[in-house]
């Protein structure tokens, strides 16, 4: 990920190089015709760069995305220490025989499973901000397997992140319990700011 934005920084710099010779081409006219062929040459060798770091940006991006899902196809043929079924309505997620929206607790590094259901033909996810995300599921009957390991001890809301959807009631909490001798070590900082008070 560092060599991304490192390439990123770099093309976004040479564009910015790349502009401001356009702008000097342009504000010397035909005044300075020796000096233009250089800046014009030296424009061709930063377009050309820009180019190539441009490229070299997609292919690690690639690269990225392709490591992402083998860890998550690898993920998936490992038992989870928990896991939880919820069918996805626009008035909040059920669980199995429960009431909407279930209380989910878990221990900080259990390998969570969430089996969710679109019940609906409206599109939804199920997020925990920084920890997980279903992708969307967009048509009736469609489901998904999301596996994330709780790495922070707390409570934390999850919900469905389709605009007003969260309002109209798809928002639980997963409670998280902190590994015993890890003390608040491992905690979400809120909590442990709660926790001082
Ligand atoms: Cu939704």
Known sequence: MKGITFIAVAVVALAVVAGGLVFALEGRGQAEAGGLGDLQKQLLVLRTQVGELQEANEHLEQEVSQQQKIVGTLLKRVAPD??????????????????????????????VRINLTNKEAVEHDWVIDGMAHSGHLETMGATTSLV??????????YYCS???????????????APLAGMGHMGADKGHMDEASH
Request: proline share 4%; aromatic share 8%.
């Open 82 to 111: 928990a896991e939880f079924a919820l069918a996805m309505h626009i008035t909040g997620f059920e669980g199995t025989g429960e009431a909407k929206n279930p209380h989910l607790e878990v221990k900080q590094g259990d390998l």
């Open 148 to 157: 994330f390991v709780a790495d922070r001890a707390g409570e934390f809301a």
């Open 162 to 176: 389709v605009p007003g959807h969260r309002e109209a009631g798809m928002v639980g909490k997963l409670e998280v």
